[in-house]
């Protein structure tokens, strides 16, 4: 597709269910990222990818928190036994590729909402 | 010390005003800079990237400051849909464990009729 690509746009779950978000990337554009934003907050950044490989997962807030890439295209970011505390909207961003001039596509988000 | 720093505002002007924002960072060795926008409860956008030189597109003019640190924004006869959250993108290009790009928490602008 022209962009980046998030689904579900919104996820309403129940305290301890799990729950899968999926990225998109824009076609050949090796670089993805997770991040959160909580209502009237700044982004955190979670984990990237280059290709398929995440260089450093500490950003992942816990460990119920677990992302994949395969294909150098779909992620996917699973939350395990979701808390309340992880009610947010989760933003996916891809660019062409890691470096000095890199650019980032974000898509719309999913907005999470855990009950 | 934060690695990305801005006033997170809110600035409230009146339309037709000009507006600057600051962002501050802490790495001496960061290569690139950006100002992203993010309009309420939409994702953010690439707005323009920083250069040395300064650069200016229509109504909205990038400074970088090497020696401060700082990179600024200023946005001139501000319109009603320029109200949003201006977020400051700083490339340090050693591929720590956010990859390149550290987001500072943005400076919320409102202009009002």
């Known amino acids: 597709g022209a962009g980046v690509s998030q689904s579900p746009s919104n996820k309403v779950t129940e305290k301890g269910k799990d729950v899968e978000l999926r990225c998109d990337p824009i076609s050949g554009h090796t670089a993805l990222y997770w991040y959160r934003q909580r209502l009237g907050q700044g982004l955190e950044f979670l984990i990237y990818f280059q290709g398929n490989s995440a260089p450093d997962k500490s950003g992942l807030p816990s460990d119920r928190f677990s992302a994949e890439r395969t294909g150098e295209s779909v992620s996917t970011l699973t939350i395990q036994r979701t808390q309340q505390e992880d009610s947010a909207v989760y933003l996916c961003?891809?660019?062409?590729?890691?470096?000095?001039?890199?650019?980032?596509?974000f898509g719309s988000g999913t907005q999470l909402s855990v009950l | 010390r934060k690695e990305v720093e801005q006033d997170p505002g809110p600035f409230n002007v009146p339309e037709g005003a000009t507006v600057a924002f600051n962002c501050t960072y802490s790495n001496s060795a960061s290569q690139s800079f950006f100002w992203y926008r993010q309009d309420c409860r939409k994702e953010p956008k690439l707005l323009m990237s920083v250069y040395s030189s300064g650069n200016e597109d229509g109504r909205f003019t990038a400074q970088l400051n090497r020696a401060s640190q700082y990179i600024s924004l200023l946005i001139r006869d501000s319109k009603l849909s320029d109200s949003a959250t201006y977020l400051c993108v700083v490339n340090t290009d050693y591929g720590g464990s956010q990859g390149n790009l550290i987001f500072g928490k943005g400076t919320k602008l409102s202009v009002k009729p």
């Open positions: 961003a891809s660019s062409l590729e890691v470096g000095y001039n890199e650019k980032l596509f």
